[in-house]
């Protein structure tokens, strides 16, 4: 660690280091999440005939113009169709179908009755639904008694009302939700062109670790931040696989992100980044050069299994059954798809004006250049860290714009005034209020302490407070930065 960092120049350096990855085409359950890279054209229009929007009677409209409840049209219902009926009766003076919704709109007819506008075929008042077919199959036949009039194209969804064929659905830079994606399959698009989701590999150091829901030795902690990290990779869009943890062992270590390179877009370890005698991740990589981390074969489908990290060994390196594990997210990672120009292998660490999260580790690895995260170990530092730099590059690999979490302002709600230290940017864990009716700002109230180990205050957090590198204390009232979390 030569000099200190701001933490503008560390998330430009990461920037500058990932790009994103290349297309791939995709089935639409497949590209859930994923950003489009080109535009959709509309290949049918939607929908792709005039079709009812009710249930009731297809009509002539100077049948029924004079329709009335006290001398109602009569009609003769000449046939009956249904959603994805082919054959269609044809509809002329004096006549009328029973059509369903979303029933083609038969020859002739040039608008629909609901069925609570007539006697539904059995005489008297407004009914108030039609018999079901297979109860009452004579509803096809006989007459109808109509007692309002209709307009022209009344009840009808014409064609191409939706979508026009030859129109652009989906813009390219489009997410896919489930909105996007019934579109596409509406209009007969049955895969597109995306950016893959990035496949993340996530890690954690450390001897002392054991596996929740296993027994504490002496000396143990459960390993959190594996977990942790593992959501916010796949809250982020990433299809995430978490690793069991590994000892502090750097050869070890080295092995593990050998045998992940063939499956990864990125690595994240949490823990061995500071100064001690121990920290086995600046061991490991510190000095990486050329191609030192050359991969492996890729994992069989379904590899995921138990970490085996129980018993605070950290043997294992062996990825938990996850999301994406059996290869459904579509197709394997593109080599070389982060960058251009091929940079040289290199994780650097460095030391961050910041807090918590000082000591944050970053490079290329592998033939392929994969960006490394390496986190700090304290729970509450890993997540801000994943927050700040992780998250963004993750969603410059998908392609997503912004890249980073939204900013508002907002008053301080504190009893006592709280220190910072000077020279570092500090981010306070809080609870944010939005601003009510007639406020400009909302209101921001921290929650816990600035210890970095504390996770309790952390999971009641929705927002980082930012208190700037040259303000030393902020007190109730003060308006400052706050990246909301949610």
């Given at each position: ?69 006290d ?15 082919g054959?269609l009766?044809e ?17 002739g007819?040039?608008?629909?009755v ?9 005489g ?13 199959p ?8 109509v007692?309002?009039?209709v ?29 996007q ?7 007969g ?12 590999v ?57 045998d992940q ?11 061995g980044?500071?100064v ?24 069989g ?8 990290d ?29 960058r ?5 292998a ?10 918590p ?16 995260f ?5 729970p ?9 730099f ?25 009893e ?38 504390l996770?309790?205050?952390l999971?009641?957090?929705?927002a ?22 949610d």
């Amino acid at each position: 660690m030569s000099r200190t960092w701001s933490v503008d120049e560390h998330l430009a350096d990461v920037l500058r280091s990932v790009g994103p990855l290349e297309p791939i085409e995709l089935h639409l359950l497949d590209a859930q999440g994923c950003v489009l890279t080109e535009d959709v054209l509309v290949p049918v229009s939607l929908p792709p005939f005039d079709n009812s929007s009710m249930d009731g009677y297809a009509v002539r409209v100077a049948d029924v113009e004079k329709a009335g409840e006290d001398a109602p049209a009569v009609l003769e219902v000449v046939g009956d169709v249904a959603a994805g009926a082919g054959r269609l009766p044809e509809v002329g003076p004096g006549q009328a179908a029973r059509v369903m919704t979303g029933a083609p709109l038969p020859p002739g007819a040039e608008a629909v009755v609901p069925v609570e506008w007539t006697d539904g075929g059995a005489g008297g008042g407004p009914a108030d639904a039609m018999a079901a077919h297979s109860a009452d199959p004579s509803g096809a036949a006989g007459e109808v008694r109509v007692h309002r009039p209709v307009t022209a194209r009344q009840y009808v969804r014409g064609k191409g009302s939706d979508v026009r064929a030859g129109s652009v659905a989906l813009e390219a830079g489009t997410v896919l939700g489930p909105a996007q994606i019934g579109l596409l399959a509406a209009v007969g698009c049955g895969t597109v062109t995306v950016r893959p989701r990035p496949r993340v590999v996530v890690l954690s150091t450390g001897s002392e670790l054991v596996r929740p829901g296993a027994p504490l030795g002496p000396g143990q902690i459960h390993d959190s931040n594996s977990f942790a990290l593992t959501a916010a990779a796949r809250d982020a869009g990433a299809i995430a696989y978490r690793v069991g943890a590994v000892a502090d062992d750097a050869a070890a270590l080295r092995t593990v992100i050998e045998d992940q390179l063939a499956r990864a877009d990125a690595i994240v370890t949490s823990g061995g980044v500071s100064v001690g005698a121990y920290d086995v991740v600046k061991e490991a990589l510190t000095g990486l050069e050329g191609t030192v981390l050359g991969g492996a074969e890729p994992p069989g489908d379904g590899d995921g299994g138990e970490d085996g990290d129980g018993g605070g060994a950290g043997e294992s390196g062996v990825p938990e059954a996850s999301e994406g594990a059996t290869g459904t997210d579509g197709a394997p990672r593109s080599p070389g798809a982060h960058r251009t120009g091929r940079p040289p292998a290199h994780v650097e660490f460095r030391r961050l004006a910041m807090q918590p999260g000082k000591p944050q580790g970053f490079g290329l690895v592998g033939p392929d250049r994969i960006p490394l995260f390496a986190l700090p170990g304290n729970p509450v530092s890993s997540y801000v860290s994943f927050e700040l730099f992780v998250r963004p590059a993750l969603r410059a690999l998908m392609g997503l714009e912004p890249v980073t979490r939204r900013t508002v302002t907002a008053r301080l709600e504190c009893e006592e005034p709280i220190a910072s230290p000077e020279g570092k940017r500090q981010f306070l864990r809080g609870r944010y209020r939005p601003p009510a009716a007639g406020e400009e700002h909302g209101t921001v109230r921290p929650v816990g302490g600035p210890g970095s180990h504390l996770l309790g205050s952390l999971a009641r957090a929705d927002a980082l407070v930012v208190v700037p590198e040259r303000t030393t204390e902020v007190a109730r009232g003060d308006e400052l930065e706050v990246v909301l979390l949610d």
